[in-house]
């Protein structure tokens, strides 16, 4: 294996950088769910990164890393608005280390509040990444503080590859590691250590359909640059996997798989409702591919790491509005009523009777396209379940309203 002696480096920084950020790193917990054991058909433990310190493991291979240099800089620079820059300002302010973070200008406040509040300055340069990565470098080189990479650096590979060490502690033994990829540093690192003293155990990759960059840059043979389109998992954007980490996951990576903004969503909905766990979407990835069968969970063990849970709150409740529909507790029908006195208050009775709780109600009288006399109803409500919408639907054309659902759950 060429590569042989790179795996086995980074793993022996790995076990060193265990013992240094035990101190101020949490080892996070790890659990089985027979809830989404359950869902996958096999036996599924969650690594919860979604508790570390700054709310994702990012910091782990942030407090290696800036451990190394502390002697040799006064500072270090990121460009990232994403976990990166949390890690790295927590980090620095653990060695007494000066911090600038470079943020795109379209950063949410949330991120900028959250790492001024670490002690980083922030400075906001650049619409796209790449103009603010010039920026930090920039800062770097006039500053003369080090610039630290997100996951393209062997120190941060091995820091986050210490949370492979916890998994072998809690457990005797696990089939496969489901790990989502956005550079590759988490998976890179978490595969070196397993690689080296569990070989046996595969190590499964999970990035959004919508940015597929390390699965096309391995079907080239090489790192290839791709265009990313939107996705919830906004942590695992990156246009190109970094050399380093491609040439790990090229050795150690037993397979990597897509997942739709659907089902990444579905499985944030899940961690909340079942497991009372808030995931940002880079963070439940790994859960969404065993659940929704990408990744063969049948007769394994298998481990989800759930590697973050910075999610911003305006995304949540359009989560939860989405898994509500999707599980059918919640439903809005249409129909064409007659505009007469007393219709309205039957249709909702007849709902309000099979335990549709009423949100909203739309009541149009003016659309050209009515039959003559009648008005559209939108209703949306609260139901407990698929069978029961269906059960109002049905129970409403028994009455002679014709109704359909306007959204579908699935
Ligand atoms: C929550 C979360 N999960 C996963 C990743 C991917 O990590 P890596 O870039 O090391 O592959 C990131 C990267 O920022 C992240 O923030």
Not at 1 to 9: A, N, S, T, V, Y
Not at 138 to 151: D, N, P, S, T, V
Not at 348 to 364: C, E, F, K, S, V
Request: charged share 25%; hydrophobic share 40%.
């Amino acid at each position: 294996m060429p590569e042989d002696g790179l795996i086995r480096d980074i793993a022996a920084r790995a076990k060193e950088a265990y013992k240094i950020i035990r101190e101020y790193a949490h080892k996070t917990p790890l659990k089985l769910s027979t809830t989404f054991s359950r869902l996958a058909g096999g036996t599924v433990y969650l690594k919860y990164e979604n508790l570390q310190k700054t709310g994702a493991f990012k910091v782990r291979g942030a407090l290696y890393k800036v451990y190394k240099i502390k002697d040799e800089y006064p500072g270090v620079v990121a460009a990232s608005a994403g976990n990166h820059a949390q890690g790295v300002a927590y980090a620095a302010r653990i060695f007494g280390l000066k911090a600038v973070i470079v943020m795109p200008e379209t950063a949410p406040i949330s991120k900028i509040e959250a790492t001024r509040g670490y002690g980083a300055e922030v400075v906001l340069a650049g619409r796209v990444f790449d103009e603010t990565l010039n920026v930090a470098m920039r800062i770097a080189e006039e500053r003369g503080y080090a610039l630290i990479h997100a996951f393209n650096d062997p120190d941060i590979i091995a820091g986050q590859g210490t949370i492979a060490f916890e998994l072998m502690e809690n457990l005797d033994s696990f089939d496969q590691v489901v790990v989502p990829i956005g550079g590759g540093g988490l998976i890179s690192g978490i595969a070196s250590v397993l690689k080296t003293y569990r070989p046996y155990t595969d190590i499964i990759g999970v990035e959004p359909a919508a940015c597929p960059k390390t699965l096309e840059s391995l079907k080239a043979g090489r790192p290839v640059r791709i265009e990313p389109k939107a996705t919830i998992a906004d942590g695992l954007v990156v246009k190109q996997p970094g050399d380093l980490t491609f040439k790990i996951i090229r050795e150690t990576v037993s397979g990597i798989v897509t997942v739709e903004e659907d089902e990444i969503a579905h499985a944030i909905y899940l961690l909340l409702e079942r497991g009372k766990v808030l995931a940002e979407g880079a963070g439940a990835v790994s859960l969404a591919a065993l659940i929704h069968g990408k990744v063969e969970a049948r007769n394994r063990t298998s481990i989800a790491i759930i590697s973050g849970g910075n999610i911003d709150l305006t995304h949540i409740y359009k989560i939860i509005l989405r898994g509500l529909t999707r599980e059918g507790r919640l439903a809005r029908i249409s129909g064409y009523v007659p505009d007469a006195p007393g219709q309205l208050s039957r249709i909702l009775t007849i709902i309000a009777g099979r335990r549709g709780n009423i949100i909203g109600i739309q009541h149009d009288r003016i659309d050209p396209r009515l039959p003559a006399w009648h008005a559209k109803v939108t209703i949306t409500f609260e139901a407990p379940g698929e069978e029961k919408i269906k059960e109002i639907i049905s129970a409403l054309k028994s009455e002679g309203y014709d109704f359909w659902l306007e959204l579908e759950s699935s």
